[in-house]
């Protein structure tokens, strides 16, 4: 059994209730950008492809104003000399037709040098390929599935888009740190497993599952739920009837919420648990009190319990974002600035977009800096080299970190 190392970080509350007044910076092109073209400054454009629009915009608007923010403090700065940059964001819904649209139109637009998406891996499915073929630099905050940057062989990785990068550790890591948590510290020997049969969400439960099983643990009911429902009731029922200690939830918040307020008042008053896709302040909302001693787990310490992410916090403050930076904000920004120090790296006067995109996944799986997150840096399959995640409780109606570590 692989061992855990303590991390460092004080117990704070998380920052999922952030809230400013004002404008955000546009919902399409143009975000991010600041003065005027001039001489020789060439406009390079970032595209954001996230759901800005549905049950997953709370997520997606953390995600694209977080690039926003980036991308006005390189512009700030002059980080990049010669270049101006903007941010181009497209909405995919969540959805994967309208994410493989939104690749389509950010591969057709000679300006664009990288995107930072997709939220959900399913999106990140059908996107990848699209930037890959188009040779643009795609990173992700969010995708999880090991198989985007590992191939669908654990045993035989392949790295399957050298265009492809991740700043969020996958399911492989995170699965087993919520399974380990449950059962060596909050002493849940049993328990189901619930998902919603969508790419994240399945692959979370098993990985979860597999690690719950090699610990000794038990996993007594393994149910799915429709997304689209609004009634878990005959899962529920199910999972009730094997008596676990506590759920697993492969899936995201918008489900998650109704799907542990339905646990509760069917008397089954067991905490229920899931990944990052669960970690945001709209659990809580649509839980209601039913969320009070829920669990999730997210990649990287607090982002407020960071030195290096204090001067993050107090911009996107400063910026008076309508939305909260949310459980990918920290990963959005710092994948950002993996394709701007990148593109930095190899950019020079005579540049142009087209030949420096075929130098960024060099330039890209490089870089190496302190970021929001802690130290940003990728291995040879593009995966984030950072394996920090936390374990978060509602207590008091507010997401609290309970449990930092790194996994080994």
Not at 6 to 32: F, I, N, Q, W
Not at 237 to 264: C, D, I
Request: positive net charge.
């Amino acid at each position: 059994m692989r061992s855990v190392v303590k991390y460092s970080a004080p117990v704070v509350a998380a920052a999922m209730l952030l809230s400013a007044c004002g404008s955000r910076g546009g919902d399409g092109e143009g975000a991010g950008a600041s003065g005027g073209e001039g001489g020789n400054t060439k406009t390079v454009k970032i595209g954001v492809i996230a759901p800005l629009s549905g049950d997953l915009a709370p997520l997606g608007l953390g995600i694209k104003n977080s690039v926003d923010l980036a991308v006005k403090k390189a512009n700030q700065s002059n980080l990049v000399p010669g270049v101006k940059f903007e941010v181009v964001a497209k909405d995919d819904e969540g959805k994967t037709d309208p994410a493989k649209n939104a690749a389509t139109q950010l591969a057709a637009d000679p300006d664009v040098i990288g995107v930072v998406g997709t939220l959900n891996s399913s999106t990140g499915q059908v996107a990848s390929p699209v930037l890959n073929t188009a040779k643009i630099v795609m990173v992700s905050p969010a995708n999880t599935n090991p198989t985007l940057t590992r191939g669908a062989d654990p045993a035989n990785p392949k790295r399957m888009y050298p265009y492809y990068f991740r700043t969020a550790t996958t399911d492989a890591v995170q699965g087993p740190f919520a399974a380990r948590y449950l059962y060596n510290k909050a002493g849940k020997k049993t328990v189901a497993t619930i998902h919603d049969k969508k790419t994240y969400g399945q692959g979370l439960a098993s990985a979860f599952a597999t690690e719950f099983k090699k610990l000794g643990g038990k996993v007594v009911a393994q149910e799915t739920i429709n997304p689209d429902d609004a009634n878990y009731q005959a899962a529920v029922s199910k999972v009730k009837g094997a008596n676990p200690a506590a759920v697993y939830y492969g899936g995201e918040f918008p489900q998650a919420g109704p799907l542990s307020q339905q646990m509760k008042a069917a008397g089954l008053n067991v905490p229920l648990m899931g990944g990052d896709g669960i970690y945001s302040a709209d659990f809580i909302k649509l839980a209601g009190k039913s969320g009070e001693g829920d669990l999730a787990t997210s990649v990287g310490a607090p982002t407020e319990s960071l030195d290096s992410a204090k001067t993050f916090v107090s911009d996107y403050n400063a910026q008076k974002y309508p939305e909260p930076y949310e459980a990918y904000g920290a990963y959005s920004y710092d994948a950002a600035n993996s394709i701007i120090n990148g593109l930095k790296s190899v950019w020079k006067s005579d540049s142009t977009v087209a030949n420096a995109r075929t130098q960024m996944p060099g330039a890209v799986g490089k870089v190496n800096f302190d970021g929001v997150t802690g130290k940003v840096a990728f291995d040879s399959y593009g995966d984030t080299t950072t394996r920090i995640l936390t374990v978060y409780q509602v207590k008091g109606g507010k997401w609290t970190a309970v449990n930092t570590e790194e996994f080994k």
